[in-house]
């Protein structure tokens, strides 16, 4: 039986209090009144490296050789036209020969691609497919949204063998209801009534994709160890609770107050967190929310032990440091355009030449000399170590998935960040090899010689010259 | 090992602009005061040049541009060899290197070296946002850390201050001591750019540039311009009764290995250490701390010159703090270092700064250094770092009487 075979999670390391939010923007609108904190990508951070980092959660070491297709879903795309997929299929470093897929513009994308996912393994035509979901969603200044949106990601392995929780069950709705949409160039969502998206969508949608499974399935609510359901709405996400007589400890804990609704990754990273606590033979039935919803009724398996070592959710939402500026938060959106400078003036990127080196500069793969040993990067094509020297003996060697410990490094105040000072020190990896990155995720006073070190993929720069994201590696302090 | 350059070609007249920001000089004008007066020094005319080489500008972008033409149109050279070269840092060094080995090689009796850099029209402080080759969107600046240099300096300081457990409050101070020499020195020099003295304790102080080093741990950058007229050593004394013999000139280059691969420290300077090693066997100096009299420096930032005191054999490992604080290398000590100020106080126009350094050695041996003068130099030593402390480029040059 098909399901998922790994799970993976990630969540920026920021979080803002709305406490933050209605300090800053509360003169301007009272109406919206939400308790807690939401997670908040750090401004190198995006859909797509919330993706990847996701991905690598998931992937935990695993062979990326043999995954066969990545679909990525989000409705906050970096770009509109060059696959996203496609980058964080390289940034993941997998084979070129697999299939890749964007899902998109709307919530439900998520849970749209993890089905198609788990389809083209059920058909045989893929064997292991790594489905992501992650968004970015921005609200306006004083706006609901901006209150309830947070970011983050989920990444999930989908397969016929060694599955951790079998796909028993789907139901789906495909409803055209407009409660919140954003046009090809719009920056912020657009929404109708707040009371109507309450009553004529979350309250009805939800309740009637889940009994359509229930009914489909012939099983009853309380046979569920967990049903997991979206809802913007404290009250009403209890009250749907309550209408499928639904007892507290079989209702996921909603992640509204703690990371905020995280757009297309919101379900699936609820998903994830309740299979971290599920045991063999558990029902779990997930909805997700968006212009109608995909209800899935998953079936834990014996093999769920063996995946238990993930950062996933709860180490994630552990690790945690307060942003206390919402001025901060707005500029790292550019919501607030802030004087960069002329060294903040960046570009033209070299199109060409990021195709080229593409494993070198996405993909964080240097080389290994096959005489001697040495890895390096970037990659040579003479072997670097002094006493070896050979040439074109090299294979690629990828660094992204080397720990690594920071030999030295500074924090600078005169290059130009949009969160300065700039930190980069020179990593070294653990195995060899050794080159000087920009470390992101730290201050000044938690750095010190020696420190271990981890890779995440981030975006460097923009290119508003040639319209470009400059995606790379930096290092940081592990997250756990 | 081959017979080297000693004794072979002399310096028979030089000429240096004054450093800083010269908001009302161009490039040309530039060239052109370093040329008359080096001319004029040696007693020459244009028409006895016989070849020319213009060290930089490293930032051609920055209203120069490429090739030789910038030095052969400005001082209407007529239609003798001239070649542009540019190695970063050591690009001043080079251009008087070339102009040597044009000499020694007989190829030309009378050669001019002349080097430039106009930063001051960019806009901003700091030096450019690194070269064409290295702008952001390139793959060196895409997979590179988003440097300066400031920063890629301090992580030798980082790294130092850890190695030899020496805590952040006595590493500042100890740089400290290296700036508040050089700006001693400066004070004293009317063609330095910063001219003011400085105590300890303002550097310390100061605002920080990269953790740890302050404002006035960073040289400064400015415009500027030197020159140099060489000649056969055995026709020397026709032009100058006191002229200056180069005993060593000396570059090496990074191969990769201190960025790539594991075994560099990030505590001392590789390419000035193997650059060294060479120049000391060219010019016969067997103990390098107690023969050559003095020092001009790559002092780009205060630790830069506390490491290539080591590298250079002035200290040993690890205890240049001793000597720094002993007073070694102040303008009454052992072995004076920048006695015309460093780069700290010129400033940095890149492809000026080497033979600038010479300029000093230059006075400094032949008794006209004014306030600053040493008493009795032998052999004077200038250095040039170019690039980062990993990827870099080093010239050594020694002159002597």
Redesign the interface.
């Known amino acids: 039986m098909a399901g998922i075979t790994s799970y993976g999670a990630y969540v920026p390391l920021l979080r803002m209090s709305r406490k933050v939010m209605s300090a800053a923007t509360g003169w301007s609108s009272s109406a919206m009144s939400l308790p807690g904190e939401k997670a908040v990508a750090n401004y190198d951070e995006d859909s797509l490296t919330m993706a990847t980092a996701a991905a690598i959660d998931c992937l935990n070491g695993g062979s990326r050789e043999a995954v066969d297709g990545l679909y990525f879903a989000t409705t906050t795309p970096p770009y509109r036209e060059r696959q996203n997929a496609g980058i964080i299929a390289t940034a993941l470093d997998l084979r070129p020969e697999i299939r890749s897929c964007d899902f998109s513009d709307s919530l439900k994308a998520g849970t749209g691609a993890l089905l198609a996912a788990i389809d083209a393994v059920t058909a045989g035509s893929d064997k292991n497919v790594l489905v992501c979901a992650s968004d970015c969603r921005l609200g306006m200044g004083g706006s609901p949204q901006e209150v309830i949106f947070g970011e983050g990601a989920a990444a999930f392995q989908v397969g016929t063998e060694n599955v951790i929780a079998s796909l028993e069950g789907r139901y789906s709705l495909t409803l055209d209801f407009m409660d919140q949409w954003r046009m090809d160039g719009d920056r912020f969502n657009r929404s109708w009534e707040d009371r109507w998206t309450r009553d004529e969508a979350y309250t009805k949608f939800i309740p009637q994709a889940i009994t359509g499974l229930l009914k489909k399935c012939g099983l009853e609510a309380k046979d569920f160890a967990k049903v997991i359901f979206p809802c913007i709405y404290l009250r009403e996400h209890a009250a749907i609770a309550r209408r499928l007589q639904l007892e507290p400890e079989q209702v996921q804990q909603e992640m509204l107050t703690t990371l905020g609704d995280t757009g297309t990754a919101n379900s699936l990273m609820m998903l994830v967190a309740a299979l971290e606590d599920a045991k063999p033979g558990d029902k779990i039935l997930v909805a997700s929310y968006g212009n109608g919803s995909d209800a899935m009724y998953f079936q834990v398996t014996d093999q769920i032990e063996k995946v238990r070592d993930r950062r996933a959710i709860k180490k994630h939402a552990e690790s945690r440091k307060d942003l206390t500026s919402y001025e901060k938060y707005s500029a790292f959106r550019n919501v607030i355009p802030m004087e960069m400078?002329?060294?903040g003036?960046?570009?033209?990127?070299?199109v060409s030449?990021?195709w080229r080196?593409r494993k070198?500069?996405l993909g964080l793969c240097g080389a290994k000399c096959k005489k001697c040993g040495?890895p390096?990067?970037?990659y040579?094509r003479v072997c670097?170590?002094?006493s070896c020297g050979a040439i074109d003996e090299m294979e690629y060697y990828r660094f992204s998935d080397k720990n690594g410990k920071l030999?030295?490094?500074?924090?600078?105040?005169?290059?130009?960040?949009v969160s300065p000072?700039?930190f980069?020190?020179?990593v070294?990896f653990e195995g060899?090899?050794?080159?000087?990155?920009?470390l992101t995720d730290c201050e000044?006073d938690q750095l010190s010689?020696?420190m271990p070190v981890e890779m995440t993929f981030r975006k460097?720069?923009l290119?508003q010259v040639?319209g470009i994201h400059?995606y790379?590696w930096k290092a940081m302090p592990p997250r756990v | 090992m081959p017979e080297g350059i000693r004794d072979k070609v002399a310096v028979i007249g030089m000429g240096c602009t004054r450093f800083g920001e010269l908001w009302d000089k161009g490039p040309e004008d530039l060239m052109i005061d370093a040329f008359k007066e080096a001319i004029e020094d040696a007693g020459i005319e244009k028409k006895d040049l016989q070849a020319a080489w213009q060290g930089g500008p490293e930032f051609t972008s920055v209203n120069v541009g490429d090739s030789a033409l910038p030095l052969a149109q400005a001082l209407k050279l007529p239609f003798i060899p001239v070649t542009k070269v540019e190695n970063m840092c050591a690009s001043g060094t080079e251009a008087f290197r070339g102009a040597c080995y044009a000499v020694a090689s007989g190829s030309c009796d009378i050669a001019m070296a002349l080097g430039l850099e106009k930063l001051k029209d960019t806009g901003y402080g700091g030096l450019p946002e690194f070269t064409h080759w290295a702008a952001i969107g390139t793959k060196h600046r895409i997979i590179g850390a988003n440097q300066t240099a400031p920063g890629m300096f301090a992580m030798l300081a980082t790294r130092y201050f850890n190695q030899y457990k020496i805590s952040p409050e006595d590493g500042k101070r100890m740089l400290a001591m290296v700036s508040a020499k050089s700006h001693h020195n400066g004070s004293m020099n009317p063609k330095a750019h910063l001219r003011r003295e400085v105590t300890v304790e303002q550097i310390m102080n100061a605002p920080i540039v990269a953790w740890p080093l302050g404002l006035f741990d960073c040289c400064g950058v400015s415009d500027g311009s030197a020159a140099a007229i060489v000649c056969r050593a055995d026709m020397a004394k026709n032009f100058k009764k006191d002229p200056v013999y180069v005993k060593s000139l000396q570059i090496a280059a990074c191969s990769g290995e201190e960025e790539m691969y594991t075994n560099y420290d990030y505590t001392h300077i590789e390419t000035t250490t193997r650059a060294a090693v060479r120049a000391y066997e060219e010019a016969g100096v067997k103990n390098a701390r107690e023969e050559i009299s003095m020092s001009e420096v790559h002092d780009c930032f205060s630790i830069t010159e506390a490491v290539t005191m080591e590298d250079l054999q002035f200290s040993s490992r690890g205890k240049v703090m001793e000597d720094i604080m002993g007073g070694r290398f102040n303008l009454d000590g052992a072995q004076p270092c920048q006695p015309d100020g460093g780069l700290k106080c010129f400033g940095h126009p890149i492809g000026a700064s080497g033979i600038r350094m010479i300029y000093e050695m230059y006075l400094q041996l032949r008794g006209k250094a004014d306030k600053r003068q040493l008493k009795d130099p032998k052999l004077g030593l200038t250095h040039n770092l170019g690039g980062i402390p990993y990827r870099s480029v080093v010239s050594i040059v020694i002159v002597g009487r």
């Open positions: 400078g002329v060294r003036e960046v570009g033209p990127t070299m030449m990021m080196d070198t500069i040495t390096q990067y970037p040579q670097v170590n002094p030999f030295s490094y500074t924090g600078d105040s005169l290059a130009y960040s000072p700039e980069y020190g020179i070294e060899g090899g050794r080159f000087a990155f920009n000044l010689v020696d460097k720069y290119d040639r400059g790379f």
